[in-house]
Nanobody
Framework: QWQVVESGGGLVQPGGSLTLSCPAF????????IGWFLQAPGKAREGVSC??????KYSSFVGGRFTISRDNAENTVNLQMSSLKPEDTAVYFC??????????????????WGQGTQVTVSS
């Protein structure tokens, strides 16, 4: 069964850091575009970052605080988050689509979704 599974969420104080991971099972992740999305309570899902075929994108609210990267040996895509703010609190999802044409910040581009991991930024 093909799946991606997020991990690494948790509770962190403002200004702190977390690294989210998105390991894949049943597929070779380097052949896929990967997107990270967040969904805060009562709000629509929105793009955070994506990586695919040499392309990396970040949403404007990231402001240089996050770094997306591939670890092909571990078949994982990571999202390193630093200088976290309370407004970053949300469920974070990773999503994948077989692609050799960059990546997209739009959720509709992706076909395979994880269940999400909660990130809470609070003192």
């Amino acid at each position: 069964q093909w799946q991606v599974v997020e991990s690494g969420g948790g509770l962190v104080q403002p200004g702190g850091s977390l690294t989210l991971s998105c390991p894949a099972f049943g597929l070779t992740l380097e052949d896929y575009a990967i997107g990270w999305f967040l969904q805060a309570p009562g709000k629509a899902r929105e793009g955070v970052s994506c990586i695919g075929d040499g392309t990396i994108k970040y949403s404007s609210f990231v402001g240089g605080r996050f770094t997306i990267s591939r670890d092909n040996a571990e078949n994982t895509v990571n999202l390193q988050m630093s200088s976290l703010k309370p407004e970053d609190t949300a469920v974070y999802f990773c999503a994948a689509v077989f692609s050799q044409d960059g990546c997209s910040e739009y959720a509709s581009y992706y076909r395979l979704w994880g269940q999400g991991t909660q990130v809470t930024v609070s003192s």
